[in-house]
């Protein structure tokens, strides 16, 4: 992928270390070593670990050794806010599967782009990112239809299926620059702590962002699971 990629790739961490910090740092120098004794730059590969306590602290002494990090699974505005303050390189708030939490709660076939919860917090998060600067990317990620990626227009960086791509590519539709910095600069925020304390109350009052970044941690297992098994059926047997 990197001798197609002309930018970063990323490579996530095992799922079932995403409340261990030592196991979790350790794993990610070896991914780190193993790149470099391929001849990859560091520079090149970010470090994919879940935006756990323990995950984001993890990421906050990779970053200090120059091992870059995508801290995904957010879907949070206090997720988003300690990975900030731990100096990650980027975050991959998921758009499409916080829709998802809210149809299904309210029982709903559709929402509105306008009221799109998932289009809603990544716009919160640019915001407050921009307003305190922040140096940490924000690559949206997860969507379900161009209305959300057109709406989110003017963020750091978005990951598009390549059928939501070619559906952009078949519409006419004009894409404006919803997102601005400059914007965003002139916000009201107040700042939020980041202590465990406080991380720990804030994202348990989200119902929603407690329930997916769980189920996400089970599915990114599973799916791990599932390729150690097939590895060993086809090249370990």
């Not at 004794?37 to 879940?50: P, Q, T």
């Not at 559709?110 to 921009?130: A, R």
């Amino acid at each position: 992928i990197l001798k197609i990629v002309p930018g970063r790739v990323s490579t996530e961490i095992d799922a079932r270390l995403s409340f261990d910090i030592q196991a979790s740092i350790v794993k990610a120098r070896h991914l780190i070593d193993l790149y470099e004794e391929a001849g990859i730059d560091r520079s090149r590969v970010l470090i994919k670990i879940a935006s756990t306590w323990e995950g984001i602290k993890a990421a906050e002494i990779l970053e200090k050794e120059g091992i870059h990090c995508n801290l995904t699974l957010l879907f949070s505005k206090i997720q988003a806010v300690a990975c900030a303050e731990a100096g990650v390189t980027l975050i991959s708030p998921f758009v499409g599967r916080i829709l998802d939490w809210y149809l299904k709660e309210k029982k709903l076939s559709s929402i509105s782009v306008e009221e799109d919860p998932g289009v809603k917090s990544v716009t919160e998060i640019f915001n407050y990112y921009k307003r305190f600067g922040y140096s940490t990317e924000i690559m949206a990620a997860s969507f379900r239809n161009i209305d959300q990626i057109i709406a989110l227009a003017g963020c750091d960086l978005l990951t598009i299926s390549p059928a939501l791509l070619q559906e952009l590519e078949n519409s006419d539709r004009k894409v404006v620059r919803q997102l601005d910095p400059k914007k965003s600069a002139q916000l009201d925020f107040v700042r939020l702590p980041a202590d465990e304390k406080s991380f720990r109350w804030y994202l348990n009052e989200d119902a929603m962002a407690t329930e997916k970044l769980a189920d996400g941690i089970r599915r990114f297992k599973d799916d791990l699971i599932k390729l150690e098994n097939f590895l060993k059926l086809h090249f370990f047997s």
